[in-house]
T-cell receptor, first 113, second 116 residues
Framework: LAKTTQPISMDSYEGQEVNITCSHN???????ITWYQQFPSQGPRFIIQ???TKVTNEVASLFIPADRKSSTLSLPRVSLSDTAVYYC??????????????FGKGTHLIIQP | NAGVMQNPRHLVRRRGQEARLRCSPM?????VYWYRQLPEEGLKFMVY????????ESGMPKERFSAEFPKEGPSILRIQQVVRGDSAAYFC??????????????FGPGTRLTVL
């Protein structure tokens, strides 16, 4: 599985847009990019998934450049409740194999008033 | 539709005792995954099961740990003769489709195991 690198922590303020970038230089052709969010004392929660270009849902946007060696999770107008750890995962959807998800240490996002 | 349920939420055991962690997947999900999270670390995959079958246990420690997902009832992660290093949060996740064919997994609230 492709290894991912993301900042250990980030700080921002309420109402700001937050962008968290993840590097995955060894991403394979079949790999998708998925982001999860984890609040303290809770299990991770799926946020968004994409393969290329841009994906947007009600929670976030995911920007993926043409070479796919990185991706950026964009959270619009964050609030205090967005304080959490955000994990970038890379893996395929070919159906082959049966691995579980591979989580790194994630990015600890702290939102201040 | 209830989410993934895990019990107990907190479990305290003394060294040498057994710990049993239970997970009920979301309704309609037949694929279950167990993960372990140490403090300040990301989740580490342990085992992937379908009903009555272990599909991938590459992340399970070779000794003392076992998992099952019977035809009826919850999935169980069993840790025999616990040691202090087993203290961690154990998360269960389920999905409607298996393995890497679907990266979206639905996680339970976790069981926090403390070994005294």
């Amino acid at each position: 599985l492709a290894k991912t690198t993301q900042p250990i922590s980030m700080d921002s303020y309420e109402g700001q847009e937050v962008n968290i970038t993840c590097s995955h230089n060894n991403i394979a052709t079949n790999d998708y990019i998925t982001w999860y969010q984890q609040f303290p004392s809770q299990g991770p929660r799926f946020i968004i998934q994409g393969y290329k270009t841009k994906v947007t849902n009600e929670v976030a946007s995911l920007f993926i450049p043409a070479d796919r060696k990185s991706s950026t999770l964009s959270l619009p107008r964050v609030s205090l409740s967005d304080t959490a750890v955000y994990y970038c995962l890379v893996g395929d959807r070919s159906g082959g194999g049966a691995d579980g998800l591979t989580f790194g240490k994630g990015t600890h996002l702290i939102i201040q008033p | 539709n209830a989410g993934v349920m895990q019990n107990p939420r907190h479990l305290v055991r003394r060294r040498g005792q057994e710990a049993r962690l239970r997970c009920s997947p979301m309704k309609g999900h037949s694929h279950v995954y167990w993960y372990r999270q140490l403090p300040e670390e990301g989740l580490k995959f342990m085992v992937y099961l379908q009903k009555e079958n272990i599909i991938d246990e590459s992340g399970m420690p070779k000794e003392r740990f076992s998992a099952e997902f019977p035809k009826e009832g919850p999935s169980i992660l069993r840790i025999q003769q616990v040691v202090r290093g087993d203290s961690a949060a154990y998360f269960c996740a389920s999905s409607p489709r298996g393995g890497r064919s679907n990266n979206e997994q639905f996680f339970g609230p976790g069981t926090r195991l403390t070994v005294l």
